[in-house]
């Protein structure tokens, strides 16, 4: 499988009315056909800043990468998860976000570029007072003041203010706790295939969290029953990502 095969499989999905879904999440099409895709072919895994530093630390992976690809070429915070899961996966699975508020973007994550919905792509990246990665679409132009108006709301507030956060998406991504700014790519986390197709991640080499750390806050915590606002929120976000429901909708936390 190439990237040009996932780009007609986007196609042929929004034509015939089928869902793409990623392999290895747990996306719902109640009712409708759905086509899983799965990215293991697209394995490429490229160095950023080679002959830049002694030790490589930037690294842009593919879907299909796995964990033991990149624990293997030094990013240290991958080594303890399962080894054949894809970055794709890693990405959308909610058991490897953080359940703290604020705490979306997965330490290490730089930026990822996606396909959208309605098949454009976009980078989505650091996007804050210091700069960031510009928005190359028209989609992406749109949708992400759309995302910061909803991330005014009293809903999302009260989403934000809740020791674990309740919905299935991360709109907290975009307002993490001072001094970091907010990073785009973080709004995928734990979305279980249901707001992107991801094409590639970049990814730093951290020194990974020690438990009950601060970066490690929440992995894994039980989220709180699923609350109106937070099913209020979770429509809107769905909706602004993807009005047609392509990808399926994430299970509920």
Not at 176 to 194: D, I, S, T, V
Request: charged letters at 15%.
């Amino acid at each position: 499988m190439s990237t040009v095969d996932v780009r007609l499989a986007r196609e042929l999905c929004a034509e015939y009315g089928v869902a793409m879904a990623l392999a290895g999440t747990r996306g719902e099409a109640p009712g409708r056909p759905c086509l899983w895709v799965d990215p293991r072919s697209l394995n490429t895994l490229r160095c950023l800043d080679e002959g830049q530093s002694s030790t490589p630390s930037r690294w842009r992976a593919a879907p299909g990468v796995t964990m033991a690809m990149l624990a293997q070429a030094g990013l240290a915070q991958f080594a303890g998860l399962p080894a054949d899961l894809t970055v794709a996966a890693w990405l959308a699975s909610r058991a490897h976000a953080a359940a703290s508020p604020g705490r979306a973007c997965p330490p290490g994550l730089v930026s990822a570029d996606v396909m959208l919905a309605d098949g454009a792509l976009e980078t989505l990246g650091p996007f804050g007072a210091s700069g960031g990665v510009p928005l190359r679409s028209g989609t992406g132009q749109a949708l992400v003041p759309a995302l910061y108006t909803l991330s005014t709301r009293a809903g999302a507030a009260w989403c934000r203010a809740q020791a674990a956060w309740p919905a299935r998406y991360r709109l907290d991504a975009l307002a993490p706790p001072p001094p970091a700014e907010a990073n785009l790519a973080g709004l995928l986390a734990g979305h279980e295939g249901a707001l992107a197709w991801v094409d590639s991640v970049v990814l730093q080499a951290i020194t990974p969290p020690v438990s009950g750390s601060g970066n490690a806050a929440g992995v894994g915590a039980a989220p709180p029953a699923y609350p109106a606002e937070a099913r209020a929120l979770d429509a809107y976000i769905k909706d602004a990502f993807d009005p047609a429901g392509l990808y399926p909708d994430a299970p509920l936390p």
